[in-house]
C-alpha cells in the first residue's frame, strides 16, 4: 500500500504535468491559430473560422501532450550542457525531430483507421517530398526555440519564480496599493 507521502508526490508530479500541459496548449494553440488565420488570408479565405480552430486546439492538446512525454524522456538533455543556449538549441532539435516522427506516425495510424493500405499511406508521405518536410521542420524548430528559451530560464530560476515574475504583483505596486 502506497503511503501517505507517496500519494502526495504522485499528486504534485500529476498536477506539475498537467500545468506544464496547459501552458503548452495555449502556447501552441495560440501558434497554430495564428498560422491557420495568416494561411486563411493568404488563400483569400477572410478569418480562420469555427473548424480551423476546433482542429488547431486538437492539434495543440496532442502536441501538447506529446511534448510532455518527450520531456519525460528527457529529450535533447541526455548531452549535458551548461550553456543555456546549447541546451535550448539542442532541445529545440530534439523536439522537433520527435514532433515530425510523431506526425508521420498519426498520418499513417489515421490514414489506416480511415481503411486504407498502408503501402499507399507511406507512399503519399513519401510523396511529399523532402522540401516540405524540411521546411515543416524549420517552422517547428524556430517555434520550438524562443519556448525551450523561456523554459530554461525558468528551470534556472527555480519552482515558480518565472510564472511568478509573469503573473504576480510586484512588492512596490502592493505598498503603493496599500497607502493609496
Keep these: 500500500m502506497a503511503s501517505v507521502e507517496?500519494?502526495?508526490?504522485?499528486?504534485?508530479?500529476?498536477?506539475?504535468?498537467?500545468?506544464?500541459?496547459?501552458?503548452?496548449?495555449?502556447?501552441?494553440?495560440?501558434?497554430?491559430a495564428a498560422l491557420a488565420g495568416y494561411r486563411s488570408i493568404l488563400l483569400g479565405r477572410g478569418g480562420a473560422g469555427a473548424?480551423?480552430?476546433?482542429h488547431c486546439a486538437i492539434e495543440a492538446m496532442v502536441l501538447a501532450k506529446v511534448m510532455v512525454i518527450g520531456n519525460m524522456l528527457k529529450l535533447g538533455e541526455r548531452v549535458r550542457q551548461r550553456r543555456m543556449f546549447a541546451r535550448t538549441i539542442s532541445r529545440a532539435?530534439?523536439?522537433?525531430?520527435?514532433?515530425?516522427?510523431?506526425?508521420?506516425?498519426?498520418?499513417?495510424?489515421?490514414?489506416?483507421?480511415?481503411?486504407?493500405?498502408?503501402?499507399?499511406?507511406?507512399?503519399?508521405l513519401l510523396q511529399l517530398g523532402p522540401r516540405l518536410i524540411v521546411a515543416r521542420g524549420v517552422v517547428l524548430f524556430i517555434f520550438f526555440v524562443p519556448l525551450f528559451a523561456i523554459w530554461e530560464i525558468g528551470?534556472?530560476?527555480?519552482?515558480?519564480?518565472?510564472?511568478?515574475?509573469?503573473?504576480?504583483?510586484?512588492?512596490?505596486s502592493l505598498a503603493g496599493q496599500k497607502e493609496g
Excluded at 522537433?96 to 498502408?118: K, N, P, Y
Aim: proline share 2%; charged share 25%.
Design 6 to 32: 507517496t500519494k502526495t508526490r504522485i499528486k504534485e508530479r500529476v498536477w506539475e504535468e498537467t500545468r506544464t500541459m496547459l501552458w503548452l496548449f495555449a502556447y501552441i494553440f495560440l501558434f497554430l
Design 155 to 172: 528551470r534556472r530560476l527555480g519552482d515558480g519564480k518565472l510564472h511568478s515574475m509573469f503573473f504576480d504583483l510586484p512588492d512596490e
Design 93 to 124: 532539435l530534439a523536439f522537433t525531430l520527435f514532433a515530425l516522427m510523431f506526425s508521420a506516425a498519426e498520418e499513417l495510424v489515421m490514414g489506416m483507421i480511415r481503411g486504407r493500405e498502408f503501402a499507399d499511406l507511406w507512399h503519399d
Design 51 to 54: 473548424w480551423p480552430l476546433l
